[in-house]
Nanobody, 115 residues
Framework: QVRLMESGGGLVQPGGSLRLSCAAS????????MAWYRQAPGHERELVAR???????NYLDSVKGRFAISRDNAKNTVFLQMNSLKPEDTAVYYC?????????WGQGTQVTVSS
């Protein structure tokens, strides 16, 4: 059983930065494809950024150039560095992992961008 634990959310002013972390336990992290999704009130959950076991990445168009996903396999952790945050980035952010064809989700962390 894989557990994903997010941290790092909070309240930030427009233009500010936050770094989300997701620690994984219970499986071979280096072989997993990891991602961050977000869901705002009244909206569907959407993929924000993905990093594969190969370290290749892809991003939602609206966050390109502002967000960066990375991973530290030695610490079983994936990160999402968010810069130049906008009010429209406000959402619950979820960590996602694909381990050996099984999908797992974290509990979510709230990110609020507001002055």
């Amino acid at each position: 059983q894989v557990r994903l634990m997010e941290s790092g959310g909070g309240l930030v002013q427009p233009g500010g930065s936050l770094r989300l972390s997701c620690a994984a336990s219970g499986s071979i992290f280096s072989l997993a494809d990891m991602a961050w999704y977000r869901q705002a009130p009244g909206h569907e959950r959407e993929l924000v950024a993905r990093i594969r076991s190969s370290f290749s990445t892809n991003y939602l168009d609206s966050v390109k150039g502002r967000f960066a996903i990375s991973r530290d396999n030695a610490k079983n952790t994936v990160f999402l560095q968010m810069n130049s945050l906008k009010p429209e980035d406000t959402a619950v952010y979820y960590c996602y992992g694909l381990f050996n064809r099984n999908t797992y989700w974290g509990q979510g962390t709230q990110v609020t961008v507001s002055s």
